[in-house]
């Protein structure tokens, strides 16, 4: 399985119809139910990333400079990030690297602690508290390892959803990006040590809905994890050693000899 | 037990000092098997991870109530700092870390212990603040749950390192003290070196409590 080359899925939203093809196929291939949802003015839907939904298409009206109005589709989803910051807080090792460096989630091991809810940069894992678990894609994993493409891939009619061996991908990105000219960008392979989602934007990301700009392992998990977590040890085993240390270096104190004991005679009960 | 012991500590304080040390030590090892993936075999003694951290949760619930209990019951006599006595015994280190030919005396708690029961209140009430949240984040901005996790590890670093300093000091680095939380009665010599000036105003006022003595006339109920 290692020797098999990493992946990177390209979603180039200049592509996307918003025929939502992808978030019907990505339920029923992972077998999950529709829940009953709320109208909110807008053709997206449901209105947010759910346990039970696992990718989105956001629906979005962009006013540009000239006042003139876009229509912008952005599938949400699991960015599948090199250095993910749910893997690095999973206590159990639910949330692990696949063989094929996405971002695998073993449900049998998840204990519903949430740390990967509020760790993830991109707010992916959503919890469901029926089950005490949480969910997110797994870029559909076992049909990866079939050489099929995951379901949103497949199901994709315009070309907007891709997947291949992750450089050429990138370079297909920059090559489209290129074409498309203007504030468009590649979003994705540049921060977390690279996604292996990758999005190409017509605009800039801080146009985007829920899209964050500068997208990081947020530095409260880097003190926790790489700086607590070893001096956690390192404090423990220090006071267990110097303990030790002090015992037989300084000794224990003890009492003065009997004879200077004067307590017993000046109390005059005894 | 035998004459010469003096009672230095009453059932209530010893029976907090336990429910707060036994919570405390559960929740240490419960909380290092979801802290380390090497530790997570923890979890397969009970049946699972998800079970460990349940117990973590609600025996962090036990250590709330006996934190709350211990820091209304020892505040006043541990959790004060008297200058300027406690200050010299400061400066001499208690007399731990190097040769001091008389060290300085101090209320019934010394300022290392005062430092301890300081510790574990205020870093007690961190981790119950940061546990409880950290228990229902979904109700808190994610801004503040994600520094929950990195102040509930600086918490245990520094409670575990205190905590453990507590039971050597507590037991074999100074012999005859452990008596003090476990029947609650010391011997006098023991108790006239580690609280010197304690032990003078106890002995002046005659509030002793003596193993086998009558209580002063004014003190009722107690043998």
């Known amino acids: 399985m290692s020797t098999k080359p990493e992946l990177v899925k390209l979603i180039d939203t200049t592509l996307c119809t918003a025929c939502r093809g992808c978030q019907v196929a990505c339920k029923q291939w992972n077998e999950m139910p529709g829940l009953r949802t709320k109208q909110t003015g807008t053709y997206q839907n449901p209105p947010d990333l759910q346990w039970n939904t696992w990718t989105l298409i956001r629906f979005q009206e962009y006013l540009d400079e000239n006042k003139k109005i876009h229509w912008l589709f952005r599938k949400d989803g699991c960015m599948h990030c090199t250095d993910a910051a749910c893997v690095k807080v999973c206590p159990s090792g639910a949330l692990h690297y696949t063989p094929l460096k996405t971002v695998g989630l073993d449900r049998n091991k998840c204990i519903g602690c949430k740390e990967c809810v509020a760790a993830c940069p991109f707010h992916i894992p959503r919890y469901n508290a029926s089950t005490d678990k949480v969910y997110k894609c797994d870029l559909c994993y076992t049909r990866l390892t079939e050489g099929l493409p995951p379901a949103c891939v497949k199901s994709c009619p315009t070309g907007a959803l891709t997947i291949g061996e992750k450089n050429k991908m990138i370079k297909k990105a920059y090559a489209r990006v290129k074409q498309l000219g203007g504030d468009a960008n590649v979003y994705g392979d540049k921060f977390v040590d690279g996604t292996h989602v990758i999005y190409v934007l017509q605009y800039k990301p801080e146009v985007y809905d829920e899209l964050p700009v500068k997208p990081s392992v947020p530095l409260s998990v880097v003190i926790w994890k790489d700086l607590l977590k070893p001096l956690s040890l390192l404090g423990a085993g220090g006071v267990v050693a110097g303990s030790f240390v002090h015992y037989m270096l300084h000794g224990p104190k003890a009492p003065p000899p009997e004879g200077t004991n004067e307590a017993g005679k000046t109390e005059g009960g005894e | ?223």
Not at chain 2, 38 to 51: D, E, P
Request: charged letters at 15%.
């Open chain 2, 1 to 223: 037990m035998r004459k010469g012991l003096v009672q230095v500590t009453d059932g209530k304080e010893r029976l907090g000092h336990w429910v707060l040390a036994i919570s405390c030590l559960c929740l240490c090892v419960t909380g290092l098997g979801m802290m380390f993936h090497s530790f997570n075999f923890l979890g397969t003694l009970v049946g699972g991870l998800a079970n460990l951290k349940m117990i973590h949760n609600y025996v962090g619930l036990i250590f709330t109530i006996s934190l709350l209990v211990m820091i209304r019951m020892w505040w006043r006599e541990a959790g004060v700092f008297v200058f300027p006595e406690d200050m010299d015994w400061i400066k001499a280190a208690g007399g731990y870390l190097w040769h001091v030919d008389k060290v300085p005396e101090t209320g019934k708690y010394n300022p290392g212990q005062k430092a301890f029961f300081l510790v574990v209140a205020i870093f007690g009430a961190l981790m119950v603040v940061s546990g409880l949240i950290m228990w229902f984040p979904s109700v808190f901005p994610v801004g503040l749950v994600r520094w929950m996790y990195p102040l509930h590890a600086l918490g245990f670093v520094v409670i575990f390192a205190f905590f453990f300093v507590h039971l050597y000091l507590g037991t074999i680095g100074n012999p005859g003290s452990v008596q003090a939380m476990t029947t609650g009665w010391m011997e006098k010599p023991v108790l006239k070196m580690l609280h010197p000036k304690w032990f003078k105003e106890m002995e002046e006022k005659g509030e002793f409590i003596e193993y086998g003595v009558e209580p002063k006339p004014k003190e009722t109920g107690h043998h």
